[in-house]
């Protein structure tokens, strides 16, 4: 049985820093690009980063380039990412997903097969 358990969220003040932890379980995960997704109340779920298998290939939505950062330990098939100078903006509950390499436009949440059940993050003014 696949599954993608995040840990790592929390409540943090404007400009301080969070990691985020994807931990991923029952099969292998060459073939697959590692992403986050965030999803605020009342907002749909948006692309936040994504990273290949050998950590060659790194995207970022331009909300979070310069500030978040993703990497990937594939020996321990675990996923972070990141969050510096967070903003209030950031708040949301953040999803860690796996989507077939193939598909090449990862910031499509509909094409992805695996789902963490998320993490909340929360940054107060």
């Known amino acids: 049985q696949v599954q993608l358990v995040e840990s790592g969220g929390g409540l943090v003040q404007a400009g301080g820093s969070l990691r985020v932890s994807c931990a991923a379980s029952?099969?292998?995960?060459?073939?697959?690009?590692m992403g986050w997704f965030r999803q605020a109340p009342g907002k749909e779920r948006e692309f936040v980063a994504a990273i290949n298998w050998s950590g060659a290939l790194i995207y970022y939505a331009d909300s979070v380039k310069g500030r978040f950062t993703i990497s990937r330990d594939s020996a321990k098939k675990a996923t972070y990412l990141q969050m510096n100078n967070l903003k209030p903006e950031d708040t949301a509950v953040y999803y860690c997903?796996?989507?077939?390499?193939?598909?090449?436009?990862?910031?499509?949440?509909?094409?992805?097969?695996?789902w963490g059940q998320g993490t909340q993050v929360t940054v107060s003014s």
């Open positions: 029952g099969r292998t995960f060459v073939s697959y690009v």
């Open positions: 997903g796996a989507v077939p390499s193939h598909y090449r436009d990862y910031g499509v949440a509909d094409w992805y097969d695996y």
